[in-house]
């Protein structure tokens, strides 16, 4: 069996982390038949949970590569450390392999040092347009223009280290997450008579609260027979931290604003309860 793992921001990279350490120590109930595609997405790119589980994965598949180099002849083993073989999403399809791929990532993220979520939506053209006026003012009516500082940024807020809790962004700048080669490959891939995908992200804030609906949704209104009957299970994680102070004078915890962790789980569980699509 293949599983496809999707792991959604710094979360989901924690979570892929300590699988991998799991996986070196040998898991009850999987042997050498098992292969795992771990793939990490996350609009920060500097992120230091994804460089960390990314680095944990290219050295556990380089002990299993020299540990189990006759698995490819058909021999299994149980019990045995590093036995499970992680498979980077370029390698996992041999008629479909890309070079060009990132090693277990997207490549999804700024293409500089910082982008504001306004330069993503091209509201610069939008202001010179006048046959687009109304669209820049449904915008202005949707989103806060506040400083990129405060926990209302919305049009001005940097998303160079993500969406910081704003999943309304999170959602708009992922619905292209289908368009990219990363999951072209996947979905080539992809059999869904055999293989499977697993999902794991936080609710609580922006990244993972909004790639998880938009994965899905891209899986479930795929054309490809292979692809779109896809049984998909998932970990979603609820609050499980709070922030330090950047203000111990008012409070403030900078430009995340952490007391609404809660509220927007609870608004998350509700929507996914109604548009999960999970099987």
């Known amino acids: 069996m293949r599983l496809f793992l999707f792991a959604i921001g710094g979360t ?3 979570v892929v982390r300590s699988l991998t350490m799991m996986l070196a120590s040998g898991i009850d109930g999987l042997d050498s038949s098992t292969e795992i595609v771990p793939i990490i997405i996350d609009y920060d790119l500097s992120n230091g949970d994804k460089t960390r589980a990314i680095k944990a994965l290219e050295s556990y598949s380089a002990i299993h590569q020299e540990l189990y180099p006759d698995t490819a002849r058909g021999k299994m083993y149980n019990d045995h450390f590093f036995m499970t073989k992680l498979t980077p999403l370029s390698q996992a399809g041999v008629a479909n392999a890309n070079a060009n791929l990132k090693n277990f990532e997207f490549n999804f993220g700024p293409t500089g040092s910082s982008i504001k979520f306004s330069d993503f939506l091209k509201m610069d053209q939008l202001n010179t347009n006048p046959t687009v006026k109304l669209t820049e003012d449904l915008l202005y009516a949707l989103y806060d223009d ?3 500082n405060s926990k209302n940024a919305e049009l001005e ?8 809790g704003n999943p309304n962004i999170g959602s ?3 619905h292209d997450l289908r368009k990219s080669p990363e999951f072209q490959q996947f979905a080539q891939t992809f059999n869904a008579a055999q293989d499977r995908v697993f999902i794991v992200s936080s609710i609580f804030g922006g990244t993972g609260a909004s790639g998880f609906p938009e994965i899905i949704n891209a899986i479930r209104t795929s054309t490809l027979p292979t ?7 998932s970990a979603l994680v609820l609050p499980y931290f709070d ?3 950047f203000n111990p004078n008012n409070g403030d915890t900078g430009a995340i604003d952490a007391s609404s962790f809660n509220a927007k789980t609870r608004a998350a569980l509700s929507f996914y309860a109604a548009n999960g699509g999970i099987n």
């Open 243 to 245: 922030l330090q102070l």
């Open 227 to 233: 692809l779109n009957p896809a049984i998909i299970g």
């Open 172 to 174: 708009v700048v992922f």
């Open 157 to 164: 807020l940097d998303m160079a280290k993500g969406f910081k």
């Open 12 to 14: 989901g990279a924690r």
């Open 146 to 148: 506040s400083d990129e």
